[in-house]
Every structure is written in structure tokens, then in C-alpha cells.
């Protein structure tokens, strides 16, 4: 799964210090996100958050 911010495409699986450098923020700010995203999705990993997008992503097929 790929998200779009400003031109920057990151990978919803590469680690927070590659894309805190991509958006040039901190690294702390990356996992307060990744931390937020995961807790409103409620799940755990970046694998269980692939998963779960990709359930809804084939459900709106």
C-alpha cells in the first residue's frame, strides 16, 4: 500500500528513519503518527495495517 503526501510516495512498510528522511521530519514525529494511525485502525504492525487496508480495499471491488 502506497500513500501520496506532497509528491513523496512512501511505502506503508518502510521503517520510521527512511520516512522521516523522505518527508524531511523527525523520526519521533513519524512514530507519533504511525502510533495514532495504528491505534485509530486498531491494530498493532505495519503488517496488520496492510492487511486491514487491503480487506477493505477487496471489499469495495
Same mark, same amino acid.
Given at each position: 500500500?502506497?500513500?501520496?503526501?506532497?509528491?513523496?510516495?512512501?511505502?506503508?512498510?518502510?521503517?520510521?528513519?527512511?520516512i /522521516?528522511?523522505?518527508?524531511?521530519? *523527525? =523520526?519521533?514525529t513519524?512514530?507519533?503518527?504511525?502510533?495514532?494511525?495504528?491505534e485509530k485502525?486498531?491494530?498493532?504492525?505495519?503488517i496488520? /495495517?496492510?492487511?486491514?487496508?487491503? *480487506? =477493505?480495499?477487496?471489499?469495495?471491488?
Open positions: 500500500m502506497n500513500w501520496d503526501f506532497s509528491g513523496t510516495t512512501i511505502s506503508f512498510l518502510e521503517i520510521n528513519k527512511e /522521516a528522511s523522505d518527508l524531511d521530519i *523527525a =523520526v519521533a513519524v512514530k507519533m503518527h504511525r502510533a495514532n494511525a495504528f485502525m486498531s491494530v498493532h504492525s505495519s496488520e /495495517a496492510l492487511h486491514k487496508l487491503n *480487506a =477493505v480495499k477487496d471489499k469495495d471491488r
